[in-house]
């Protein structure tokens, strides 16, 4: 894992000393600026203001090395370092990322336990199917097999009403809405608002049922069509919604 973070540098304060010799000039002439400054990390937010430090500068414009500051100079940088504070925005990393990871940390743990209520309240309704419950499903579609190989097509994703549960066999109704996908054009069912829209576009349900395996459906969570025919794949059941609930 690559943290990438800026070395940045504040300027706090920058006083103009008109009487002071600039040790560069010659004849000792030009006065001098002395400039307060901070280096902090920069990291989503400034963060561990380091200690500060200062520059000196002739009215010509050049920088004077720390080397030849004259006792002058470093009196008049230490007063004016004396009564520069570091102020409380450079510590704001310090504060808002901890802060950022926190609530991370308080997302993913609501939707590790909403996944699990979900999970919990889904595997109630597969082990006990009632009248009424609508299953968000794929038909599995129609394996064409080849001399080396298989492939899906006309996969179907629809929705359908449970009408009854005799033994092993659950009667659905089909609703009149479906989603086709081929090999060529498949689907993705994982789109936002993919089974949303077609509950809109489904006005009503198939008279004709269709008979799916109960226990397929426990043992697998497939949609797996009754009689079996060896040309049809399981589907899967995405979702189960019970309207009363």
């Known amino acids: 894992m690559f943290i990438i973070y800026q070395i940045r540098s504040l300027e706090h304060t920058r006083k103009h000393y008109p009487g002071l ?21 920069w990291w989503l937010g400034p963060m561990m203001p380091s200690m500060k430090y200062g520059v000196a500068f002739c009215d010509n414009g050049d920088k004077i090395p720390v080397a030849k500051w004259t006792p002058e100079i470093t009196a008049k940088y230490k007063e004016l370092k004396a009564t520069t504070k570091t102020p409380l ?8 990322i901890p802060a950022i990871f926190l609530v991370l940390v308080l997302v993913a743990q609501i939707a590790k336990r909403t996944k699990a209520n979900d999970d919990k309240e889904f595997t109630e309704y597969v082990n006990h199917p009632q009248a009424g419950d609508i299953f968000y499903a794929n038909t599995g579609g129609t394996l064409v097999r080849s001399e080396n190989s298989a492939t899906t097509t006309n996969d179907v994703y629809a929705l359908f009403k449970v009408i009854k549960i005799d033994g092993d066999s659950i009667f659905l109704a089909q609703g009149n809405a479906s989603r086709v996908g081929t090999a060529e054009k498949p689907i993705n069912e994982y789109k936002s608002g993919f089974w949303d829209d077609l509950k809109k576009e489904t006005t009503g349900f198939s008279a004709i049922p269709v008979i799916i395996s109960f226990q397929r459906l426990i043992q697998y969570r497939f949609f797996s069509v009754l009689p079996p025919q060896t040309d049809n794949s399981p589907g899967r059941i995405s979702k189960i919604v019970r309207p009363d609930k």
Do not use: E
């Open 21 to 41: 010799a600039c040790p560069l000039a010659n004849g000792g002439g030009n006065g001098v600026t002395i400039v307060v400054l901070q280096r902090y990390v």
């Open 89 to 96: 925005r450079l510590w704001r990393g310090m504060i808002v």
